[in-house]
DNA sequence: AAAGCGGGGTT
DNA sequence: AACCCAGCTTT
């Protein structure tokens, strides 16, 4: 037996061996019960850096709330935004939504149907192109996800930095030669990522009942926490953000974030910026918008804090209370709008307000 | 190619 | 505190 013969076994016999494995080890997840497109995308888009266990229940609410990608379609933009509240990333509820409009209205409800027409659609990039196609219609086309990058590195020994475009299209192009010998790509998918969610984790693999433990580069030589190689993420950025939340009776003055920043489209409070943080609100430069309402209302004399950790940011707010009497109440800053406590509980929100909200008024 | 975008779980 | 998660879009 030749190295070459070798070589070839390893790629002839992967995926069979992880498509044994799955039928063993697979978790009964509700979205692994449809063929649905609809579903399958909606269940693809809710993942995207986000752990079964986070995604799940927002999974069971949106398919209650939109059965179909009709009723996604007549939905408002907000009440997607609402329901997706805390899971992060909001732009992929945006897009979420524009899809389907452009699905309902434009394409008749007719789901796109390759892995080429799907990756044309917002919010959809190779990897969700990939699981769509395969689990949806079968098509012999390989995901490539966190997971299967982990597997592949430690397996076929590449140290190649996962986040650099050359060793994306490595991965690619393994990843294309592998799945060639699965017996089904539907399966073979879900198959490796399933491995690398529960068997090939991140931190301690369990390698010791691993059925690519003879084949596996990383398990023969020892190195399995060396692989994959990723480059360190930049580190977060501090902000120091100072709510003015204006009341007048049971209502707040809220608005929709419209900046290209974070939260886009979610409501908070009227917002001044500081590079630091500000211990008193007469240190605070209060644009002339809104200087009478905090010199006639009456605004407390310490803030509440609130602290919210991003994984590229660190927010620190302080939340200064202002009551703003009758007279006062039409002067509010541009995009300003009064809202009850039943309105405000529709709103989507950041949890840093929400969190807030709480806190202070139950 | 690099930066920006959320929030939570795990170690 | 660092890492990671069924990544995508914009610059």
């Keep these: 037996m030749n ?3 070798d070589a070839n076994e390893k790629f002839t016999a992967f995926a069979p061996t992880l498509e044994r494995w799955y039928q063993r080890h697979k978790r009964d997840l509700p979205w692994r019960h449809t063929r649905d497109p609809y579903r399958i995308w909606l269940s693809e888009i809710i993942l995207q850096q986000t752990r079964v266990a986070q995604g799940r229940p927002y999974y069971e609410r949106f398919v209650e709330a939109f059965p179909t990608v009709a009723d996604m379609a007549r939905a408002e933009e907000r009440e997607l935004l609402r329901l997706w509240q805390g899971l992060g990333y909001y732009s992929r509820a945006r897009n979420l939504h524009q899809t389907a409009r452009y699905i309902a209205d434009d394409l008749g409800g007719q789901f796109p149907d390759t892995y080429t027409k799907l990756l044309k659609l917002k919010g959809i990039g190779v990897y969700t192109a990939a699981a769509i196609a395969s689990f949806a ?27 650099t475009t050359g060793a994306r299209k490595t991965f690619a192009a393994l990843a294309m030669r592998l799945i060639a010998f699965a017996e089904d790509p539907a399966e073979y998918n879900q198959a490796i990522m399933e491995f690398g969610a529960i068997q090939c984790t991140p931190v301690s693999p369990d390698c010791l009942l691993c059925p690519l433990q003879q084949q596996c580069r990383a398990f023969l030589t020892g190195q399995q926490h060396k692989l994959p190689v990723k480059a360190k993420k930049a580190p977060v950025k501090q902000r120091f953000f100072n709510y003015l939340v204006f009341r007048n009776g049971n209502q707040l003055a809220m608005r929709a974030r419209t900046a290209k920043d974070i939260w886009l489209q979610l409501y908070d409070f009227y917002l001044i910026e500081t590079d630091e943080p500000t211990e008193a609100l007469r240190d605070l430069v209060v644009p002339t918008a809104s200087e009478s309402l905090v010199q006639t209302g009456a605004p407390a004399r310490f803030p509440e804090t609130g602290q919210q950790l991003l994984s590229h940011q660190r927010i620190d707010a302080k939340f200064w209370l202002i009551d703003v009497p009758d007279t006062q109440k039409n002067g509010l800053p541009e995009g300003l709008q009064w809202y009850t406590p039943e309105e405000i509980g529709r709103l989507p929100k950041p949890v840093l307000i929400t969190a807030y909200l709480q806190q202070k008024f139950g």
């Design 137 to 163: 219609f079968g098509e012999r086309v390989p995901v490539v996800d966190g997971n299967v990058y982990r597997v592949l590195a430690r397996v076929f020994g590449i140290a190649e930095d996962i986040t």
């Design 3 to 5: 190295w070459q013969s």
